[in-house]
């Protein structure tokens, strides 16, 4: 699975939108970019996966740069309740037939400042 | 709320001893995993569970051992307890294709 660089902690006031970077340049043509995020003293928790077009669903959106290697994922409107740890995970699609296995590097803290 | 539980919440054991810990995966889901998170870092993949036959283990030894159950539950076995095994241990539940998994709250184990 290839590696993924973040940024150690972020910060971002409540209200506004909050970009997390991800960089992943050594991503295969067949590997996934998912996003979860894990607030303090829970497990983690599943946010949005994309290939190369850019996704959006409830929690948030994801781009994708076109040569893959990087992308960002975007907290429209950031509440409180969205400080956590963010973790960008890049792997092989299930149907791949790899384990669906997550490998979590130390994510980026994202703080929402009231 | 995923659907997904774990026993106990909290565990404190003795260098040496031996643990059991236990996850109820949520309903109709067919795949354990779990994964190891010590403080400060990001979870550990440790192995994962498909129709109770083990289906990709991650580094660790085989002290770490698991079982699932015809119900899709399952636990996590750790022989001879050692002072780094202190972590929070987290259960991941899913359907087998799908991209998203659950997880639950985790246990916390203490190892003294």
């Known amino acids: 699975d290839a590696k993924t660089t973040q940024p150690t902690s972020m910060d971002c006031a409540e209200g506004r939108a909050a970009n997390l970077p991800c960089n992943h340049s050594t991503i295969s043509g067949n590997e996934y970019v998912y996003w979860y995020r894990q607030i303090h003293s829970q497990g983690p928790q599943y946010i949005i996966h994309?290939?190369?077009n850019n996704e959006t669903n409830e929690m948030a959106s994801l781009i994708i740069t076109e040569d893959r290697k990087s992308s960002t994922l975007i907290l429209p409107h950031a509440t409180l309740r969205d400080t956590a740890v963010y973790y960008c995970i890049v792997r092989v699609g299930v149907y791949g037939g790899a384990t669906n296995k997550l490998i979590f590097g130390t994510g980026t803290l994202l703080a929402v400042q009231p | 709320e995923t659907g997904v539980t774990q026993s106990p919440t909290h565990l404190i054991k003795t260098r040496g001893q031996q643990v059991t810990l236990r996850c109820s995966s949520q309903s109709g889901h067919n795949t354990v995993s779990w994964y190891q998170q010590a403080l400060g870092q990001g979870p550990q993949f440790i192995f994962q569970?498909?129709?109770?036959?083990?289906?990709g283990r991650g580094n660790f030894p085989p002290r770490f051992s698991g079982l699932q159950f015809p119900n899709y539950s399952s636990e996590l076995n750790v022989n001879a307890l050692e002072l780094d095994d202190s972590a929070l241990y987290l259960c991941a539940s899913s359907p087998r294709w799908a991209d998203e998994q659950y997880f639950g709250p985790g246990t916390r184990l203490t190892v003294t």
């Open positions: 994309g290939l190369k």
């Open positions: 569970y498909y129709r109770e036959e083990e289906n």
